[in-house]
């Protein structure tokens, strides 16, 4: 596939790297290719970033067909642009494509596009410190058509972020809710893709656990509501008794490239690592023992989030007194170092851009 690319005539003031926010910002150019049933993929281009003229009728504003990703291009001290583990996220796409029944992408034709697209926007990956350039691959139904099925068409376009420090305010740990009336997905359901609704379905939860006070939601699963999924939208581990637990990946829980990461990390220092199922009840007594260390979110926005505080009904736990957890100090670094060049990348994570 032959990709063309437009310039835009007109670029936009690049905003000040010392306070960005996130997602609020977009670059000059934007990558867009189609799918019909007849062409497959075709009409591959970069070309000046544009709103998306759509029928009222499309297929992805009623029913939700769509699938996305998000990943982060650095900048490393000597001023080269490199990707974390970007095939992980096309292959995670084409995963939520299948779960979605969308057609699936050429993930090398997919991470060429990017790249051509980072090259093209290089300016806009900022200096300051902690700060990158968030990568927002996105597939869409664009069918024009009311009726419930598969689309025919899609749209799958890429657009750029430049994106602020998450730990502006310092590396501090976040008190956590767990919702006994929510659940975020099930066994058999959609919740191992990234897909829009799992994000519609969050909200309300969200919204409970702000006005009592919490930063995120603790997601039990859907059926037993005793087992421990996921943290907001990150994955979560427990240090108990200086194992490092994971809830094992169970059809509900989303496969995160960061849970990958620390697991593979945490395995190459020669910790003892498990992947299982954890019940909040067992959360309760680690912690009323005395063996619960650490507990952390992990993801790509925010890397590791320490959890300072779990809500569970009358329980109010109260993780490593305020203080970042070791572990949690240790992976942050080490990813960070991994991802912004400052250390050797021994299992070839990075992607070079330019
Ligand atoms: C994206 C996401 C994660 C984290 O995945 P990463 O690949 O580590 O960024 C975890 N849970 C949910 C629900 C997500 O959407």
Redesign the pocket.
């Known amino acids: 596939m032959q990709l063309t690319i437009t310039r835009t005539e007109t670029l936009k003031p690049k905003p000040d790297d010392s306070n960005l926010g996130f997602g609020t910002i977009f670059t000059d150019h934007m990558f867009n290719l189609d799918y019909a049933p007849d062409k497959g993929w075709y009409d591959p281009r970069i070309e000046p970033y544009a709103p998306l003229a759509m029928d009222p009728a499309t297929m992805v504003l009623h029913y939700g067909q769509g699938v996305f ?3 982060k291009a650095y900048r490393t001290a000597s001023g080269r642009i490199q990707l974390f583990r970007p095939r ?2 096309f292959q ?1 796409l084409n995963r939520s494509c299948r779960i979605l029944c969308m057609p699936e992408a050429d993930e090398d034709f997919a991470l060429r596009a990017l790249k051509e697209l980072l090259t093209l926007e290089k300016d806009w990956v900022p200096r300051a410190s902690g700060t990158s350039l968030y990568v927002r691959p996105t597939i869409v139904a664009t069918d024009p058509f009311l009726g419930v099925r598969a689309s025919h068409t899609y749209r799958f376009f890429i657009i750029l972020s430049p994106v602020g420090a998450y730990y502006a305010e310092g590396f501090n740990p976040v008190k956590i809710w767990v919702t006994q009336d929510h659940v ?2 099930v066994p058999g359901g959609v ?1 191992e893709a ?1 897909t829009p609704g ?2 519609a379905a ?1 909200l309300l939860a969200a919204q409970k656990a702000h006005d009592a006070g919490y930063t995120q939601v603790l997601w039990l699963d859907g059926i037993e509501r005793q087992y421990v999924e ?1 943290v ?4 979560i581990f427990f240090v108990i008794d200086d194992e490092l637990i994971t809830p094992a990946l169970n059809g509900s ?9 620390v697991l593979q990390l945490a395995k190459s220092w020669n910790l003892k690592t498990t992947e299982r199922k954890i019940g909040i009840d067992e959360v309760v007594q680690a912690h009323a023992s005395g063996k619960l260390q650490e507990v952390f ?5 925010a890397v590791i989030s320490p959890v300072g505080e779990i809500k569970y009904g009358a329980h109010v736990l109260s993780i490593g007194a305020g203080q970042v957890g070791p572990l949690a100090q240790r992976l942050f670094q080490a990813i960070t170092d991994i991802q912004y060049g400052k250390t050797e990348d021994p299992m070839g994570w990075i992607e070079p851009v330019i």
Request: charged share 25%.
């Open positions: 990703e998000g990943l992980d996220n995670r975020r997905a919740g990234k799992n994000y969050s996921e907001g939208s990150m994955n829980i989303l496969q995160g490239i960061t849970r990958d990461t979110g992990s993801g790509t926005a």
